[in-house]
């Protein structure tokens, strides 16, 4: 990728600057709180591991470019799309936040090329003892993705509590009609494989079960732009 490429040219501080972690601040601020961080920059590729589920977490990752998967195992050993990384979010916020949960809980993959930042769980913790002016924008920063990480995950508990396929496609689809002012025609952030993983079932299942909805003339599609009528 080309965009990844132009990133792994670029120093450490630039590349941090491009993520919602150190946004507002200027380079000195960066270059010392990535050097306090343990910052290092990383490269993955496309279907490489970062980390398995069960594993001890102590590093956090701020996406610069490319795109991470967290999977979780079910109990009949299916794997779940559970949220999708993209440019400018942090993997491992929430954990950092909670040090008492101590491994991770899903495994991560690199859906795309991607380069990120790597940072010290527990150095950003002993940060937190510190009341400096680029700290505290660090903490704003921090409040602001772990908030968006919370309303994801409420998404994800809404879509999945539905008992039927149907159910869970009409939830998700109301859900981003909501957030995108109740038009009726939203955009699915997935193709038909991604999506199948979101909801937890097989590529077939979800095909069938929105060609049923489609049958009944309550939805129509045009690759992943869906026009709902529920």
Known sequence: MAGERGAAALGIVELAKRTDLFSGMDDAEVENLVY??????????RGETLVHAGLEATRMYAVVTGKLHVYEETSANRQVLVREIGPGE???????????????????????????ISLSMSAARNLAQKADASVARLAVNSMKILSREMF???????????????????????????????TGRVTVPFDRERMAEYFGVTRPALSRAIGQLRDRGLLTWRKNVFTIRF
């Open 90 to 116: 942090v993997l491992g916020l929430w954990m950092h936040s909670v040090p008492e949960v101590a491994c991770w809980p899903g495994t991560v993959v690199a859906e795309e090329d991607s380069v990120v």
């Open 152 to 182: 994801r995950m409420w998404r994800k508990l809404t879509v999945m509590d539905a008992s039927t396929i149907e159910a869970r496609i009409k939830a998700y689809l109301a859900i981003l009609d909501n957030e995108t002012g109740r």
């Open 36 to 45: 306090l961080m343990n910052g290092v920059k990383k490269t993955f590729r």
